[in-house]
């Protein structure tokens, strides 16, 4: 069974810093989703990263991959108010169809 | 174009009551899935389909039955709501492509007394 352990679970920053979010996972995964939740809201998707040493960047947000520590970490680069949400992985267990959820980062960026 | 949609958005059960949530999704997408969200626990899947006329347990199934008579839906089922059911329900649909990212729909937020 697929274990996913995100952390922080709960990150607050001064905007203009720098963090990253980590999310570890116990077995083999063929790839892995990153999402962002605004609160009542629902989840949108952010990255997939299909490999391993993939690399994906979005604005402010960076996320990778590597398989072979079961690892994928989300940097923020200079924080901003808009990037506060609740941030999930979830990898893709390799044989099978189903994602499995971290708890998820709750990031507070601060003025 | 739609995406994933939930009806309906909010209830609010007595125990012992029964209900169904649809979930719809227009993007022909073959794997369907319902999640249930507790505050910190993350989201824990109930059941999945990977096609029409196809349903699998997942990690919380308990308490819920399923159904997917046609590609476009899914159904989830309470026959008899407890309070531990209190949640906020997501539905979710994928293609089978590698590449394709997982949509979900806007959540029913369900109340049980």
């Known amino acids: 069974e697929l274990k996913v352990e995100q952390n922080p679970l709960f990150l607050s920053m001064q905007e203009g810093k720098n963090y990253t979010i980590y999310c570890n996972y116990s077995t083999t995964s063929d790839r892995l989703y990153w999402y962002r939740q605004d609160p009542g809201k629902s989840l949108e998707s952010l990255f997939v990263l299909l490999s391993n040493g993939a690399v994906k960047q979005e604005g402010r947000l960076m996320a990778s991959l590597d398989t072979k520590a079961r690892l994928s970490t989300l940097h923020i680069t200079a924080a901003v108010h808009d990037l506060s949400a609740t941030y999930f992985c979830?990898?893709?267990?390799?044989?099978?169809?189903?994602?499995?959820f971290g708890e998820g980062t709750q990031l507070t960026v601060n003025p | 174009n739609a995406g994933v949609t939930q009806t309906p958005k909010f209830r609010v059960l007595k125990t012992g009551q029964s209900m169904t949530l649809l979930c719809a999704q227009d993007m022909n997408h073959e794997y369907m899935y319902w999640y249930r969200q507790d505050p910190g626990m993350g989201l824990r899947l109930i059941h999945y389909?990977?096609?029409?006329?196809?349903?699998a347990k997942g990690e919380v199934p308990d308490g819920y039955n399923v159904s997917r008579l046609k590609k476009q839906n899914f159904l989830l089922g309470l026959e008899s709501a407890a309070p531990s059911q209190t949640s906020v329900y997501f539905c979710?649909?994928?293609?089978?492509?590698?590449?394709?990212?997982?949509?979900f729909g806007p959540g029913t937020r369900l109340t049980v007394l």
């Open positions: 979830a990898p893709k267990e390799t044989s099978g169809s189903r994602l499995t």
């Open positions: 979710a649909s994928r293609s089978a492509g590698v590449t394709d990212t997982q949509y």
């Open positions: 389909s990977v096609g029409e006329g196809t349903t």
